[in-house]
């Protein structure tokens, strides 16, 4: 269809749209005219719009143009129409039967306060981990909260009788699927599980992203536990992972140092106590000396070469630390929550106390 004999169809549907519309002195007609014109199924509009289809190419854009001008002239002739019949103002995409006569607007009536929501305290806190870390050059990661043994234990060096592996320890999915791959492969599937920690993401990284890298992975890790004011069967954790040549101790202490600073504010000091963990050696965790008292944030240590080999990374040539600290510990000490399940309840009296 040629531009111009579509532009004059939709210009003289404008202009007898207005004219009926401008004279029309009963609901019942107003309805009609509505229908005509706007009616979802074949109202003229809906016609025309479909026209649009056989325009060439390079004439859409003026066509289109025109015709939402010609559809938001109907429309508001429409609305003064009602207003003008006293009826509630028209409703595009139907629902203003006759039911719907009625004053237009009633300022008598009390209004209705809009509920404006507020950002979790923990989300807060994800942001401005990020933040922190980002200014230290930590790029932002992400990994599935389903995870395999492969990511959750096994490159990460946790052996078959490592109590971390323990049922009663973990979430484990038993899954149709798992069942039909047993009996395809002869052995019993190794079940998937709800990630206990998010150092399954320090894997996933180091098996697809080119060397050296440094980054940081934030979500929810699930574990069995009782809920009380410390424990909740779910949290989070900030994961931490560098790996490039020559990676020293010395550079894991200034980074959790800074990073300590910047979020907790002044000057805050850091103290390594040994400890271990499967995927570190050295390792240890990490305290922080805040406001009269050491608070343990997490465990931290150089990243073992098994991990390195079970990811085909070369420990000769690479090397690397890695950190895992708790989210909801470093958001209560901030924010001064002292129970672990108050960020879990959703009560909304208790969440707009951190209205940013
Ligand atoms: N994944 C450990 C946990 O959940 C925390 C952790 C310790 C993470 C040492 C690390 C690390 O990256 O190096 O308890």
Redesign the pocket.
């Known amino acids: 269809m040629a531009l111009d004999q579509f532009l004059t169809a939709l210009g003289s549907m404008l202009e007898e749209a207005r004219a009926c519309l401008a004279t029309v002195d009963n609901a019942e007609s107003l309805e009609q005219l509505r229908v005509k014109y706007t009616g979802a199924k074949s109202g003229a509009l809906k016609t025309v719009q479909k026209m649009l289809g056989s325009i060439d190419v390079k004439d859409k854009p003026a066509a289109g143009m025109r015709f939402n001008e010609v559809r938001d002239g109907i429309e508001e002739a429409l609305g003064q129409a009602a207003l003008r019949l006293g009826q509630a103002a028209h409703r595009p995409g139907g629902g203003s039967g006759p039911q719907s006569l009625g004053p237009v607007f009633d300022p008598t009536l009390p209004g209705l306060r809009p509920r404006i929501g507020t950002i979790h305290p923990i989300t807060q806190t994800l942001e401005h981990l990020k933040e922190i870390m980002g200014r230290l050059g930590f790029n932002v990661t992400e990994g599935p909260e389903i995870e395999d043994q492969w990511h959750n234990f096994v490159a990460l060096n946790i052996p078959e009788d490592h109590p971390a592996r323990d049922p009663l320890d973990n979430f484990y999915l038993a899954t149709a699927k798992a069942v039909s791959a047993e009996s395809v492969t002869g052995d019993p599937p190794a079940p998937r599980l709800l990630r206990s920690?998010t150092?399954t993401v320090?894997i996933r990284v180091m098996e697809t992203e080119p060397l050296p890298l440094r980054i940081i992975s934030l979500g929810r890790v699930y574990r069995p536990d009782a809920p009380d004011a410390t424990h909740f069967p779910m949290f989070h954790?900030m994961?931490g992972l560098w790996v490039d040549r020559n990676v020293t101790m010395t550079q894991l202490k200034s980074v959790l140092r800074l990073f300590a600073t910047s979020y907790l504010g002044g000057d805050v000091s850091i103290r390594f106590r040994p400890s271990f963990?499967p995927?570190?050696e050295p390792?240890v965790e990490v305290d922080y000396w805040w406001n009269g008292q050491w608070i343990e944030f997490?465990?931290?240590?150089m990243v073992d070469p098994n991990v390195f080999q079970s990811v085909g990374i070369d420990p000769e040539i690479w090397s690397g630390f890695?950190?895992?600290l708790g989210v909801e510990r470093l958001c209560m000490r901030r924010f001064g929550i002292t129970d672990i399940r108050d960020l879990y309840r959703s009560d909304v009296r208790f969440l707009r106390q951190f209205a940013t």
Do not use: D, L, N
Not at 298 to 301: D, S, Y
């Open positions: 920690q150092s320090q954790q994961e963990f995927f570190t390792s997490g465990g931290a240590g890695a950190f895992g």
